[in-house]
C-alpha cells in the first residue's frame, strides 16, 4: 500500500496498527496521539507553584502523569492540611488529553524535511530527555531515507524510514518502537537506583 500524501493520515494509519499492540498494555502504559509531554518545570516561590511547561508529541507511549479527567489548570499538594504547592499546567488547552509521562515519543514527518523542522523537533526532544531521561524517542519519516535527517537529528535514539504502508515494513517499525518501549521501561529501575544509592538503615 502505497504512503497517503497527507502526513496525519500516515500517522493515523501507523497508530492503527500500533494502539492495540498487547506489550504496551502488558508495560502498563497508553498510547495516544498529539499527548502533552513536559518540557520544562519551572518554581515560583512567589506565587507558591510548579509550572509544567508541555510539548505535543506526535504519537507517545505513557503513563498518566495528569489525567484529563481532572479538568483543571491546577492542582494542589498538600500533606495533611498544609498546603505544599500549586502544580499549575501553561496551556489550558493541552488539558483536552492525559498529561503523559513518556516512556516512548514519535516525532513524525514527511517526505523530505526541511533542516528547521529538523532542529525544533531536535530540541524538542533534548528538552523531554532532560526531565524524562529513560524516554526513548524516534523520529519517523513516511519516505525514503535523505542525508539532511541523518545529519539533523541526532538527539533521537533512532531513526525510521517507512517508504510504504505495507504489512511488511509497517511490522518492521512497530518492532523497533515495542523494544524502545521494553528499553525504556527496563531503564526506569536503573536510573531509581542511580539518582537515590542509599540503603535503608
Known amino acids: 500500500m502505497k504512503l497517503f500524501e497527507n502526513e496525519s493520515k500516515n500517522k493515523d494509519y501507523l497508530f492503527n496498527k500500533l494502539k492495540d499492540n498487547k506489550e504496551i498494555t502488558e508495560n502498563k502504559c497508553h498510547i495516544g496521539t498529539e499527548i502533552p509531554v513536559p518540557y520544562k518545570h519551572l518554581y515560583m516561590p512567589v506565587r507558591n507553584s510548579l509550572e509544567i511547561s508541555c510539548y505535543r508529541q506526535d504519537i507517545c507511549i505513557y503513563q498518566k502523569l495528569y489525567d484529563k479527567s481532572i479538568c483543571s489548570e491546577k492542582i494542589t499538594i498538600n500533606t495533611g492540611s498544609k498546603k505544599i504547592f500549586d502544580i499549575v499546567i501553561e496551556d489550558k488547552a493541552l488539558l483536552k488529553k492525559d ?6 515519543t514519535i516525532e513524525t514527518k514527511q517526505g523530505d524535511v526541511k533542516p528547521e523542522s529538523l532542529f525544533i523537533a531536535s530540541e524538542k526532544i533534548t528538552m523531554i ?3 524524562f531521561p529513560y524516554c526513548i524517542s524516534f523520529l ?3 519516505g525514503t531515507e535523505h542525508p539532511r535527517i541523518l545529519r539533523n537529528c541526532l538527539c533521537f535514539d533512532d531513526i525510521l524510514f517507512l517508504p510504504d504502508l505495507s504489512d511488511g515494513e509497517c511490522k518492521c517499525v512497530i518492532e523497533k518502537i515495542i523494544a524502545g518501549l521494553n528499553k525504556g521501561c527496563g531503564y526506569v529501575p536503573l536510573i531509581a537506583s542511580y539518582n537515590y544509592p542509599y540503603e535503608s538503615e
Open 99 to 104: 498529561i503523559g509521562m513518556p516512556f516512548v
Open 129 to 131: 530527555k532532560s526531565i
Open 140 to 142: 519517523l519519516v513516511f
